[in-house]
């Protein structure tokens, strides 16, 4: 599976961003896909997940009320909308895939990586 995130730009705070990500070379449809992020210096960190059916959904603390992850499975793609973007925000973002039926948070537990995407919040 080749994951390929984009979306990603400079943007001011307050400002939204759509992240997206497309995989090709296998289907995606039953996999747990998840958004995570890194911020220069720091290890990456979980920013959500979605079921393969789109019905549950995770979100780390700081993603809550702020960002929504959803999927296409028709268009093999997960995608992350991001509003009210802070400066803390700013990182490279990286969609992931999971082949299995159990969710995670761990990114040592995703098969499949795109090369991320980066996002530049101003302040």
């Known amino acids: 599976v080749q994951l390929q995130a984009s979306g990603g730009g400079l943007v001011q705070a307050g400002d939204s961003l759509r992240l997206s990500c497309v995989a090709s070379?296998?289907?995606?449809?039953?996999?747990?896909m998840a958004w995570f992020r890194q911020a220069p210096g720091k290890e990456r960190e979980f920013v959500a997940w979605?079921?393969?059916?789109?019905?549950?959904?995770y979100y780390s603390e700081f993603a809550k009320g702020r960002f929504t992850i959803h999927r296409d499975n028709a268009k093999n793609s997960v995608y992350l909308q991001m509003n009210g973007l802070k400066p803390e925000d700013t990182a490279v973002y990286y969609c992931?895939?999971?082949?299995?039926?159990?969710?995670?948070?761990?990114?040592?537990?995703?098969?499949?990586w795109g090369q991320g995407t980066q996002v530049t919040v101003s302040s």
């Open positions: 979605i079921r393969w059916n789109s019905d549950m959904t």
């Open positions: 992931a895939a999971r082949e299995s039926a159990f969710v995670s948070r761990w990114s040592n537990e995703y098969d499949y």
């Open positions: 070379g296998h289907s995606i449809s039953r996999s747990i």
